[in-house]
């Protein structure tokens, strides 16, 4: 094996150990006292179907229906965020490329929204799907000359200006709809607070779209390095990135709709992981994934923890942390040149 | 045996025809040069050969098989392609090489060992195995230039298209990589077609010239037998002449007679 692949496999096993240890610990935190035994019991118990009735039935609510919910929103969509964001920045071979700049977010959010206005939150997830399915129809088709020459930025500024009629129509929905206007600003600053009866549905569409994803490592390896050259070496160019993106889209749609718009994993995360192990996409598909479990949920735990953040959504500080944070890495990255 | 053939080959951009009647047939061990004014098609000429660019009119055989027959994954493992620019990623050398092995490998698996032996082969043919760890975009322009013939060889196809590949080298290099592809065609029995600038160069190296003028062909044929001062004046619209010096046959413009 060779020591950059070895290095890389140690930093993914090693992440994933801080991943469990993290999201355990944040299980212990909050204003009832829960000891870690009863903890483990709980998780062993409802995961497993292992029982050893060491725990109240009050601290398996708190444990498994309160805090266990908030952890693994944070880990499923910090990783569905951060994949897609991976892909999205090789299809489009464009660094700033991420479901939000495509709108994809945008479309989620409306879908959303006016499930919402129509009194029909029972199809949250399938309306968030439509929107975000919708827009990147619209903008591939209004940038479609873009995606078959190849001219990257084409579909990007047709993505910019989607999201901006998405959000003016988001916009509007609230205006005129007051009574319901805190229900969907927390689209537009993304939560994990919300308690949602998908986490199953959640955890399946985001391991199957990863899975497609890393079935995928090498066309998105040689994707990289253009368009022609991925046709010479044989990657049906035009299919494989259709599927990719309706794949990330699906992933998109489902993040938004249980956690509304959170901004900047999708982003600053795949920039960090590549720096790491290089361009390889199927070791940065799963360090994407990790990370970005990782930087939500620390983000979160951060609201959790301090009082004076315990009001302000995720987004919110995903975006305090990580707009800095990114032009941290474009001052480098300009430095360098 | 004919490696490709072209009959009536219309070819370029939607409405745009760029080349027009183009016929032609490269046989196995073959090394044909381009020769064409800036402009006049080659690079549409070699992307319609490799399938980047669907023929406006006319049929390409490639192995007697139409071209429009072969899958994206079947017609790597045939024809390779060494372009000219690459985005630059930071892959090592080695992984830039081990991409050409995508076509042979199936979907769910991953590179087996065969596959890395004939990687290692195919950079140690190309003289490049030492760089193998270093990234491709630390590499010098020949030792690039390398890698892309490296990458070629280890698609193990039948048809090589280059695209200048001597530009941007040094003369130790442009020498250095035509000899190694002249060998690769007759030991390797491939046939190779390359756009090139240097007539000299192409005269040296090339078994076959074809001339491009206006997206036509303007002669196609043994290097010997078809190279003519008449029809480089006609190609580049300037008089050449032709030298010949111990059994080797150099051109120059006549300008400075």
């Known amino acids: 094996m060779k020591p950059i692949t070895l290095k890389a496999y140690t930093i993914i096993i090693f992440s994933a150990l801080l991943l469990s240890t993290i999201a355990f610990f944040m299980l212990t935190v909050g204003s009832a006292t829960i000891s870690p035994s009863a903890i483990g ?3 062993l118990d409802q995961i497993f179907g292992i029982s050893q009735h060491n725990f109240s039935p009050i601290e398996q609510v708190i444990v498994w229906e309160v805090r266990w919910q908030r952890i693994a929103l944070a880990i499923l969509v910090g990783s569905g965020l951060a994949v897609s964001g991976t892909c999205f920045q090789t299809i489009f071979k464009n660094p700033l490329a991420d479901p939000f700049l495509l709108g994809v977010s945008s479309g989620a959010a409306l879908g959303a929204a006016a499930s919402i206005l129509l009194h ?10 439509f929107g975000a399915i919708m827009s990147l129809i619209f903008v591939s088709l209004v940038g479609r000359q873009g995606l078959i020459a190849g001219a990257s930025h084409h579909l990007l500024l047709a993505g910019i200006a989607c999201s901006s009629l998405l959000n003016a129509l988001l916009s509007a929905g609230m205006a005129l709809n007051a009574n319901k206007m805190h229900l969907i600003v927390f689209w537009l600053l993304g939560s994990l607070t919300n308690y949602t009866d998908s986490l199953l549905p959640l955890l399946f569409l985001i391991t199957a779209g990863f899975l497609i994803t890393m079935v995928f490592a090498r ?4 994707l990289a390095l253009g368009d022609n050259e991925a046709r010479f070496l044989g990657v049906d160019v035009n299919r494989v990135k259709l599927l990719l993106l309706i794949v990330t889209t699906l992933i998109t749609g489902a993040c938004v709709s249980v956690s509304g718009i959170i901004g900047f994993i999708g982003l600053i995360i795949p920039h960090m992981v590549r720096k790491i192990v290089g361009p390889e996409h199927f070791l940065l598909l799963p360090l994407s994934a990790i990370w970005g479990a990782l930087f939500l949920l620390l983000a979160d735990s951060l609201t959790r923890m301090l009082p004076l953040l315990s009001s302000i959504p995720v987004g919110v500080v995903t975006a305090l942390f990580g707009s800095p944070f990114f032009l941290y890495i474009l001052y480098l990255t300009g430095r360098r040149q | 045996m004919s490696i490709l053939s072209l009959h009536n080959l219309y070819a370029g951009y939607g409405a745009k025809t760029i080349l027009s009647n ?12 381009i020769i064409a004014p800036n402009g006049t098609g080659k690079s549409t000429l070699l992307k319609t050969i490799a399938g980047a660019l669907s023929p ?3 049929e390409i055989r490639l192995c007697q098989q139409p071209l429009s027959a072969y899958s994206r994954r079947d017609l790597a493992k045939k024809t390779a392609v060494v372009a000219s620019d690459i985005d630059s990623v930071n892959f090592s050398a080695w992984q830039m090489v081990m991409m050409g092995r995508f076509p042979h490998i199936p979907r769910f698996s991953s590179p087996s060992e065969a596959d890395k032996a004939v990687v290692q082969s195919a950079m140690e043919d190309a003289a490049i195995w030492p760089k193998r760890d270093s990234l491709y975009s630390h590499l010098s322009q020949g030792e690039k230039q390398k890698v892309m013939i490296a990458r070629a060889l280890a698609q193990q196809s039948e048809l090589l ?41 192409a005269l040296h190296f090339s078994t076959h010239l074809l001339f491009l003028k206006d997206g036509k062909i303007l002669g196609n044929g043994p290097a010997d037998e078809v190279l003519s001062s008449e029809i480089l004046s006609e190609l580049y619209g300037m008089p050449f002449t032709l030298r010949r010096d111990a059994g080797t046959v150099y051109v120059r413009p006549a300008l400075f007679e």
């Open chain 1, 41 to 43: 019991s709980v998780l």
């Open chain 1, 120 to 129: 029909s939150t029972q199809f949250l997830i399938p309306f968030a799907f």
């Open chain 1, 219 to 222: 066309d998105l390896d040689i």
């Open chain 2, 22 to 33: 183009i016929n032609l047939t490269v046989e196995a061990g073959q090394f044909v040069s």
């Open chain 2, 56 to 58: 406006l009119q006319g």
């Open chain 2, 161 to 201: 298209l280059l695209d200048e590949p001597t530009a941007h080298l040094d003369i130790c290099n442009q020498y250095g990589i035509l000899q190694f592809i002249k060998d690769l065609a007759k030991r390797k029995q491939m046939a190779v077609i390359a756009a090139i600038h240097d007539i000299n160069l």
